[in-house]
């Protein structure tokens, strides 16, 4: 069975505006802090704020104190000016479209023009917008009722973001047949159209779709709507909990989309919670494949393995032996840190990775004495390589489980830095480093590389390479790492310039192995091995396309990078020889 998820699905511009300024706030101001209503219509974003510390305020008091956020969908200004009054700090979060409909309504209805707004009387943005119509404003959600109004000398008309573009096409015929002195505006956003254009180009490829999102969203409704209209069997689900399997049962592609208030951990739930029962029905040998593949990706074996391939291809390029020791070495460290930072700090894992983070707190047990194994043997290696050795690994060691570990207590303000990953952008950094000190150098200072040139060149290619993989997985978590206060390099730098920067590093890191090559500073096979940033940018521009899926093949693809230069490595050993 395929599944295919819609590229608009998820968080649209507004909500993700709202969402990462209340979450700065919890991280930041101090308490108390509230949102006047309901952010947005997400049942599990509002969970996890509320966890954050972040109260729903319904009714405005007589008196407050704390910061206020206004919800994405908007207040009417009475409202806005009664919470000032009030004494709250009032940070707004209004949809940057829904803000651009409100100004419209306010300055025709200022020069006497009445407001036809289509929409839902009951939703809130709809509230809000009839609040800067005065008392000049009239809510319409059918043709009949826009026949019910009486004739305007002069009127607007616009609509709620999210309605349903193909009722407002009709709404414009209407008007131009029967008012053509109206004037109208499609304030229906980008995205809402978008989501609905993309789900009909979506469901002529399709045998059913999953509509996800909050059962009150007016958008996610809309797309539901727009789903069923196709007439491909169609379903709307909150959590991958509420998904019936039977429905779908003789599907052979399904797709999935989400409203614009549905974050990216609910759609990621929904797709495993799919892939893993439709592995359930599959062949016992592909399903066997499936399991194993995800214990490999889950226990961190999978990474370990791609440290080892790493250590190989420092071998290959700078041209001394191959050791057990040398290989073994990195493969036990990485997992060990890897496996103990995993169990020491699940928090973002527990958005972005559902999976992971069920599965670390279902084997906490041998997963503790994995580490703990490996930890050992690590040592042990480092000692039989000599006493510097096994100081290094010893202080890295040591450096890398404190990392998460709290080493200030106290201080004043929520904001203190007070362990290493609170140092903004460490985390990438430092892997980095360690990953290429315990897969070039010290296999090279051990083996006696004479050649410094080329071990600073595969140093500093194995440092790029680790960066992007990453950032990338890092990119892929961003909401997860918004939400815990993580301050990754994609949440520093954006999205965009984080991609823009991982193109420039791949395209960097492919012309500087390529040189050194052609110089004869790293071995021949190193033309081939300068292959696998050029499939790491193609990697980033097929993800920009959103044609690769989440899930276990998304895994799979940004773990694989270092798999497929041990490849590269020994193809070119074999052709170069």
């Known amino acids: 069975m395929r599944i295919t998820i819609a590229r608009t699905a998820g968080f649209c511009m507004g909500v993700r505006q709202a969402v990462e300024m209340a979450v700065k706030a919890s991280n930041e101001t101090q308490p108390p802090i509230y949102t006047y209503g309901p952010l947005i219509h997400n049942p599990q974003v509002l969970s996890v704020l509320a966890e954050k510390g972040i109260s729903v305020l319904d009714k ?12 994405a969908h908007g207040i009417p200004p009475e409202e806005k000016t009664a919470l000032k009054v009030a004494g709250f700090k009032v940070l707004d979060a209004t949809c940057p479209n829904v803000i651009k409909v409100q100004t419209i309504i306010k300055r025709h209805t200022t020069d006497g023009y009445a407001a036809i707004i289509i929409g ?48 407002f096409r009709d709404v414009q015929c209407w008007a131009k047949q029967h ?44 797309l539901y709507e727009t789903a069923s209209s196709t007439g491909k069997p169609a379903q709307h689900i909150e959590t991958e909990e509420e998904l019936d399997v039977n429905q779908l049962e003789g599907c052979r592609h399904i797709g999935i989309t989400a409203g614009a208030s549905t974050p990216d951990w609910i ?15 599959d062949l016992v040998l592909r399903r066997s494949f499936f399991h194993i593949q995800r214990h490999l990706l889950l226990s961190n074996s999978y990474l370990a393995a791609g440290a080892g391939c790493l250590a190989y291809v420092s071998a290959m390029m700078l041209e001394f032996p191959v050791s057990a020791s040398g290989i073994l070495m990195p493969m036990l460290y990485i997992l060990c840190m890897h496996t103990f930072n995993n169990l020491i700090d699940t928090s973002t894992d527990r958005y972005s990775d559902p999976d992971r983070a069920a599965f670390y707190q279902k084997n906490r047990a041998w997963l503790s004495a994995l580490t703990f194994i490996a930890g ?49 952008g460490s985390k990438t950094v430092l892997i980095s480093l360690a990953w290429a000190i315990v897969t070039t150098l010290l296999p090279a200072v051990y083996h006696k590389c004479a050649v410094h040139e080329g071990v600073a060149v595969v140093y500093c290619w194995v440092c790029g390479l680790v960066f992007i993989q990453d950032s990338f997985s890092d990119v892929m978590a961003m909401q997860g790492g918004q939400i815990t ?81 041990g490849l590269l490595a020994a193809l070119g050993s074999a052709v170069f020889t």
């Open 267 to 281: 759609i990621e739930r929904v797709y495993r919670a799919l892939e893993n029962r439709v592995m359930k029905r």
């Open 376 to 424: 050992t043997a690590v040592l042990l290696i480092a000692y039989s390589m000599g006493p510097g050795f096994f100081i290094l690994l010893a202080v890295m060691l040591l450096l890398g489980m404190v990392y998460n570990v709290r080493l200030i207590t106290g201080g004043i303000g929520k904001a203190r830095k007070s362990r290493i990953r609170d140092i903004p």
């Open 179 to 222: 008012h053509p002195h109206y004037k109208v505006f499609n304030t229906i956003c980008d995205s809402s159209k978008n989501r609905q254009a993309e789900v009909r180009t979506l469901a002529s490829s399709v045998d059913a779709i999953l509509v996800v999102g909050g059962h009150d969203s007016g958008n996610t409704k809309r």
């Open 485 to 565: 206060g993580k301050e990754t390099v994609p949440i520093l730098l954006g999205e965009k310039r984080t991609m823009r920067l991982l193109k420039i590093i791949s395209g960097a890191m492919a012309v500087l192995i390529w040189y050194a090559a052609a110089l004869r500073i790293v071995a021949p096979s190193g033309f081939l091995i300068g292959f696998c940033p050029v499939f790491i940018l193609l990697s980033l521009y097929i993800h920009e396309q959103g044609k690769v899926s989440p899930g276990f093949r998304k895994s799979l693809l940004m773990e694989g990078y270092f798999i497929l230069a």
């Open 60 to 71: 405005i008091p007589e008196s407050g104190e704390g910061t206020i956020i206004i919800r």
């Open 120 to 167: 839902d009387s009951q939703h809130p943005e709809v509230k809000g917008l009839l609040g800067y119509a005065g008392n000049q404003g009239y809510i319409v959600d059918s043709i009949e009722a826009l026949r019910r109004l009486p004739g305007f000398e002069k009127a607007i008309i616009v609509s709620q973001t999210t309605q349903n573009l193909s009722f």
